[in-house]
């Protein structure tokens, strides 16, 4: 996902100031352009080819950029949009944001579109070192991203959270962590247990259970995760469709605004209804706080405030999300935030 760089170096179509340079100087000036924009070679080496100096190869090209001899034209594929990118990676001090178009058809029928899950796929590509400890978490994103993978270096693969729905594993969360531990050709470590248990008693009987229990240890080893975000509404967050109206009426009491693997936001970022994660099988808030880089993946307009408000918690580090997300976090949402790399929690605690 890299930026392309195309380079012409032409001197029989410069541009009309380039004319005033004479016959030998555009030769030249081509030829040390062609050496140092394509072929690589630096200035020294190319010095040394022409029996100049360094400082003269070097106005030599600033004079060939200025009299349009050389023409630089940076770009990235038509789906990615390198400015929204670039600002709202400044805008929440990210490490990495990066925006796609949103689908045609409209995000409101789509809220995890799949075309970011291939984008993250190809994030973690560039992410992931050989030895690195892969965190997944529950989400339509995270098993789009999972599905969209054919590249990771050797690592180990973990599941950071149960499933929506222990019935669905196949084809959720131990899916996907078993998709990347294939593709890696690294261990894999799923969790085969809900998300979400009926009280606090059950949730913590499974955490001592022998499989869950050794996933568990991992998560002090984790350097690289992938998250998906949830607004509190119905079909936006997994976590609010799992609960009772009556508990979702209480949170919703509480100012819930978002939700990330299980854990509940404010629009400040600030984590309410914290009783909840007692009945939860997740990684904690202060390991996810912990781990060197945390990739969330997330867009539409009706998730946009929660990205917001997840974006102000200090446990994501890199954002993948659209275009319509990114309007809203870059033209409507609240007082810039602290920065994200800052990991600062903004209960203090």
């Known amino acids: 996902?890299?930026?392309?760089?195309?380079?012409?170096?032409?001197?029989?179509?410069?541009?009309?100031?380039?004319?005033?340079?004479?016959?030998?100087?555009?030769?030249?000036?081509?030829?040390?352009?062609?050496?140092?924009?394509?072929?690589?070679?630096?200035?020294?080496?190319?010095?040394?080819?022409?029996?100049?100096?360094?400082?003269?190869?070097?106005?030599?090209?600033?004079?060939?950029?200025?009299?349009?001899?050389?023409?630089?034209?940076?770009?990235?594929?038509?789906?990615?949009?390198?400015?929204?990118?670039?600002?709202?990676?400044?805008?929440?001090?990210?490490?990495?944001?990066?925006?796609?178009?949103?689908?045609?058809?409209?995000?409101?029928?789509?809220?995890?579109?799949?075309?970011?899950?291939?984008?993250?796929?190809?994030?973690?590509?560039?992410?992931?070192?050989?030895?690195?400890?892969?965190?997944?978490?529950?989400?339509?994103?995270?098993?789009?991203?999972?599905?969209?993978?054919?590249?990771?270096?050797?690592?180990?693969?973990?599941?950071?959270?149960?499933?929506?729905?222990?019935?669905?594993?196949e084809r959720g969360s131990v899916e996907a962590v078993r998709r990347a531990a294939q593709v890696s050709g690294g261990e894999a470590h799923p969790i085969y247990a809900p998300m979400l248990l009926p009280d606090p008693a059950t949730a913590a009987a499974l955490r001592n259970q022998t499989g869950i229990a050794r996933a568990f240890e991992y998560f002090d080893k984790v350097t690289v995760a992938a998250v998906s975000i949830g607004s509190w509404e119905p079909g936006i967050s997994t976590v609010h469709d799992m609960l009772s109206d009556e508990e979702r009426a209480h949170y919703a009491s509480l100012g819930v605004a978002a939700e990330m693997s299980a854990h509940l936001f404010d629009a400040e970022g600030r984590r309410v209804g914290r009783d909840l994660g007692e009945r939860c099988i997740t990684v904690e808030a202060d390991r996810l706080r912990r781990i060197p880089e945390v990739v969330a993946i997330a867009g539409g307009q009706r998730k946009a405030a929660a990205i917001d408000a997840v974006l102000r918690s200090g446990l994501v580090t890199s954002l993948v999300t659209d275009t319509a997300a990114a309007d809203f976090l870059l033209n409507e949402a609240g007082p810039r935030p602290r920065p994200a790399l800052d990991r600062a929690d903004p209960d203090g605690i």
């Open 1 to 169: 996902m890299n930026s392309s760089e195309e380079i012409a170096v032409s001197a029989m179509s410069a541009g009309r100031s380039a004319l005033r340079m004479g016959p030998a100087e555009l030769v030249q000036a081509a030829a040390m352009a062609r050496r140092f924009y394509l072929e690589g070679k630096s200035k020294i080496q190319i010095a040394e080819e022409f029996g100049v100096s360094r400082f003269k190869v070097a106005r030599v090209l600033e004079t060939a950029l200025e009299r349009d001899l050389v023409r630089i034209e940076i770009r990235v594929p038509a789906e990615l949009d390198a400015e929204r990118s670039d600002a709202l990676r400044a805008r929440y001090g990210l490490r990495h944001a990066v925006v796609v178009e949103s689908p045609a058809d409209g995000e409101e029928t789509s809220p995890d579109p799949e075309n970011l899950g291939e984008v993250a796929a190809d994030l973690l590509g560039e992410l992931v070192s050989e030895g690195d400890v892969l965190g997944l978490a529950w989400g339509r994103s995270t098993i789009h991203m999972a599905a969209a993978l054919d590249r990771l270096p050797p690592c180990t693969v973990v599941q950071l959270t149960g499933v929506y729905d222990a019935g669905t594993a």
